[in-house]
């Protein structure tokens, strides 16, 4: 059973920092693409950032060039560096895995960028 756990979150003002963390209990090296989704309230989920495992990443353009995701092979980790933060980027921030067509979530971390 793949499980997702997500930490990192916070409150921040804007304009801040924050690095989310996504810790797989299954090796995340080949084979699957780690994505970080967000869902604001009243909003649906949407796709800020996603990495494959072959080095691929793709982004939001409302995150572009002020968030980066990475992944740590060796900790099955995949993080998300979140910079120049504003009040729009609150929200839930959920991990998902996919591989062999099967998606898998985390439980979300709280995000909240005050102005």
């Known amino acids: 059973q793949v499980q997702l756990a997500e930490s990192g979150g916070g409150l921040v003002q804007t304009g801040g920092s924050l690095r989310l963390s996504c810790a797989s209990s299954?090796?995340?090296?080949?084979?699957?693409?780690m994505a970080w989704y967000r869902q604001a309230p009243g909003k649906q989920r949407e796709l800020v950032a996603a990495?494959?495992?072959?080095?691929?990443?793709d982004y939001a353009d409302s995150v572009k060039g002020r968030f980066t995701i990475s992944r740590d092979n060796a900790k099955n980790t995949v993080y998300l560096q979140m910079n120049s933060l504003k009040p729009e980027d609150t929200a839930v921030y959920y991990c998902?895995?996919?591989?062999?067509?099967?998606?898998?979530w985390g439980q979300g971390t709280q995000v909240t960028v005050s102005s």
């Open positions: 299954v090796s995340i090296s080949s084979g699957n693409v």
């Open positions: 998902k895995r996919t591989s062999f067509g099967r998606d898998y």
């Open positions: 990495s494959t495992s072959g080095g691929a990443t």
